[in-house]
């Protein structure tokens, strides 16, 4: 029986009548060095014959990858970071399992060769906890603004706003009674930082909004008139009502007529003007990562 879909995560909660099995050993994931070796149990299918006849049936893919610690994206999450040269889309939702067979989490396909980990006690305690407790679905959160990239700004507008380097997003619009309203963000508005994460742009804003669950209290930190502020404030759920499993991938707003490979260019655009900023700081450990 389904219980509810996180949708910030995309995990469902199913209630079992009766579950044949004991209850696997678990690795603590805090225990896992960067580069630690596990195992990838992927479900798949495969070729069968019998005399003239092909069919396919089920199987279990085993392949091998590495997981590791600091990707900023999977710490919004509450994820490691996976890697493996066998990850395809189809290994979305793997169990990843030590060496010896301890079972580490789930994985969620996040490109080729990339997955994020959610270590299964912060599936169990965290994501189907918030599930079990509403006993209902979990909306993904909502801030409420329509918001541009800094870096597609003109050259003159960018200039008065007497920002250090192009990254963050100008708030354009705030929605009426919006979790953004209620918490006092106004147009004008520059977001460069969400709890512990720098924004780069509207690609990041919405990764990492789309990655908490409604009711999340977040800080943000922002430029108003030239001077720094902080703003609280928590999410809410869209009021229409529709979940929505992922994020769109991309913005919407002013790019919508884009093409999606202009869309691509786009966004690779603001991604190097990015790393040419980082290039000038000091190197750190979050530097580095936002590099990668």
């Known amino acids: ?7 910030a995560t995309g995990f469902a909660v199913l209630e079992v009548a009766l579950l ?30 019998v ?37 395809l889309a189809r290994s979305d939702s793997s169990v990843v399992v030590t060496p010896e067979n301890l079972v580490v989490g789930i994985a969620q396909w996040a490109g080729y060769g990339r997955a994020y980990l959610y270590p299964l006690d912060f599936v ?3 994501i189907a906890k918030r599930v079990i407790d509403k006993n209902d679905n979990v909306p993904a959160g909502w ?8 870096s597609d700004l003109p050259d003159a507008d960018f200039t008065d706003l007497g920002l250090p380097r192009r990254a963050g997003v100008i708030v354009q619009k705030v929605v009426p009674e919006s979790p953004a309203a209620q918490a006092g963000i106004v ?33 943000l930190r922002a430029t ?12 809410g759920s869209k009021p229409n009502g529709e979940a929505r499993l992922f994020m769109a991938p991309f913005p919407s707003g002013p790019q919508s007529g884009l093409s999606e490979r202009e869309q691509l260019e786009k966004r690779l655009e603001e991604l190097a003007a990015v790393i040419r900023s980082y290039q000038k700081s ?7 990562e936002a590099r990668r």
Do not use: C, M, W
């Open 282 to 288: 000091p190197p750190s450990r979050e530097t580095i």
């Open 224 to 235: 108003r008139n030239h001077q720094p502020v902080e703003i609280s404030a928590v999410l």
């Open 51 to 87: 005399t003239d006849k092909v069919y396919l049936a089920p199987s279990i893919a085993v392949s091998q990858g590495q997981v590791t610690a600091g990707s900023l994206y999977a710490k919004a999450r509450g994820a490691l970071t996976l890697r493996s040269e066998s990850l």
């Open 143 to 150: 801030l409420g603004v329509d918001a541009r990239s800094i």
């Open 187 to 219: 147009t004008g508005d520059v977001i460069t930082r969400v709890d512990d994460f720098d924004v780069a742009g509207t690609a990041d804003l919405g990764a990492l909004l789309g990655s908490l669950p409604a009711g999340q209290s977040i800080k």
């Open 20 to 49: 044949k099995t004991t209850a696997p050993k678990v690795a603590v994931a805090g225990s896992l060095l960067n580069g630690a070796p596990v195992k990838i149990l992927s479900s798949d299918v495969v070729a069968r014959s």
């Open 1 to 7: 029986k389904l219980i509810g879909v996180d949708f």
């Open 124 to 126: 169990r305690d965290t």
